[in-house]
């Protein structure tokens, strides 16, 4: 099993619709979660954390599942601008200090 | 300074050459880290730099690839002998104490003709 598992996409929304995301993971002792945004030939950038009791971001909220090792994030009210490629990050080690693991991102297109 | 800078943006070398790639991380940030991006991935671990010691180098694929950052700010990737499987973009990132999130420079993109 890979460490970080995420569905490639595309996923092809138009504007205004809600989309979810979700992510696997394999190591139960995994303590930090994270959803990075990437655009095209750019670097990833921090979206949000994920916290256990779920959190809520403007238009964008993360839910962490641990029981199943699963993670997920929903996009409300797409927008053009939406449009990029998600990646689910964990410490997959669980430490505090250790790398995190990026999974292969989702690809996510805003159409008009 | 303000965020993570590398350079070079671009880099193009012949099979067998070495090359060097820099990272500056952001100002008082303790942890660096390299990663490697290859065309529809996710990022990959190289090695993580806690201060000017390599705290995790597990991630280097082989002996050809070395990592220095000798005052404990900026970091250099050195790759010997490059193959064309080399090509890929290179990214930096640095956090505050290696708790939370990262931010990433905008990459090396390196390419082995």
């Known amino acids: 099993r890979k460490e970080v598992e995420q569905d490639p996409g595309p996923f092809n929304v138009p504007e205004g619709a809600t989309v979810a995301f979700n992510c696997t993971y394999s190591?139960?002792?995994?303590?930090?979660f994270f959803w990075y945004r990437q655009d095209c030939r750019k670097e990833p950038k921090l979206l949000m954390s994920?916290?256990?009791s779920g959190n809520e971001d403007g238009r964008f909220t993360a839910q962490l599942n641990r029981a199943s090792q699963y993670i997920s994030l929903l996009i409300r009210d797409s927008k053009l601008s939406d449009s990029a490629t998600y990646l689910c990050?964990?410490?997959?080690?669980?430490?505090?200090?250790?790398?995190?693991?990026f999974g292969k991102g989702t690809r996510l297109s805003v159409i008009a | 300074g303000a965020g993570v800078s590398q350079t070079p943006s671009n880099k193009v070398t012949e099979k067998g050459k070495y090359v060097e790639l820099r990272c500056d991380p952001i100002?008082?940030?303790?942890?660096l880290y390299w990663y490697r991006q290859s065309l529809g991935q996710g990022p990959e671990f190289l090695i993580y730099?806690?201060?000017?010691?390599?705290?995790?180098d597990s991630g280097l694929p082989n002996d050809r690839f070395f990592a220095v950052r000798p005052e404990g700010s900026v970091s250099t990737l050195k790759i010997q002998r490059t193959e064309r499987g080399d090509s890929a973009v290179y990214l930096c990132?640095?956090?505050?104490?290696?708790?939370?999130?990262?931010?990433f420079g905008s990459g090396t993109r390196l390419t082995v003709v």
């Open positions: 994920v916290y256990s």
């Open positions: 100002s008082g940030h303790t942890a």
């Open positions: 730099f806690q201060g000017t010691g390599a705290a995790d």
């Open positions: 990050v964990v410490n997959i080690n669980g430490g505090g200090n250790t790398p995190l693991v």
């Open positions: 190591n139960s002792a995994s303590q930090s």
């Open positions: 990132a640095s956090s505050l104490n290696g708790v939370g999130g990262y931010t």
